[in-house]
């Protein structure tokens, strides 16, 4: 099993900060890729970020000079510095893993729970 625990979501106003956390844990033999996708009401899952295995990064156009996602040295931990957030930036986040548990498996997508960012005055 992989455990995804993520924290960090909550209330803010415009042009506030938050920082999302997602710790990964089980049994993972290695991790090739971990992000943030969103998810607000009536819209479907999106890309926010991700982190590849060699350190590159991806985001949303949207969140392209506010967002930084980043790892820990032992990449298991991702987090998602959010900055001059926005009221469309309200969503539920989800924490998501590309992650193979022994050898020979394939690598699968792993989701964590989920946490609410609202942005709003």
């Known amino acids: 099993q992989v455990q995804l625990v993520e924290s960090g979501g909550g209330l803010v106003q415009p042009g506030g900060s938050l920082r999302l956390s997602c710790a990964a844990s089980g049994s993972i033999l290695s991790i090739d890729a971990m992000g943030w996708y969103r998810q607000a009401p009536g819209n479907q899952r999106e890309l926010v970020a991700r982190?590849?295995?060699?350190?590159?990064?991806i985001y949303a156009d949207s969140v392209k000079g506010r967002f930084t996602i980043s790892r820990d040295s032992a990449k298991t931990t991702v987090y998602l510095q959010m900055n001059s957030l926005k009221p469309e930036d309200t969503a539920v986040y989800y924490c998501n893993v590309v992650a193979r548990r022994y050898f020979g498996d394939n690598y699968d997508d792993y989701w964590g729970q989920g946490t609410q960012v609202t942005v709003s005055s």
């Open positions: 982190i590849l295995t060699g350190g590159g990064t």
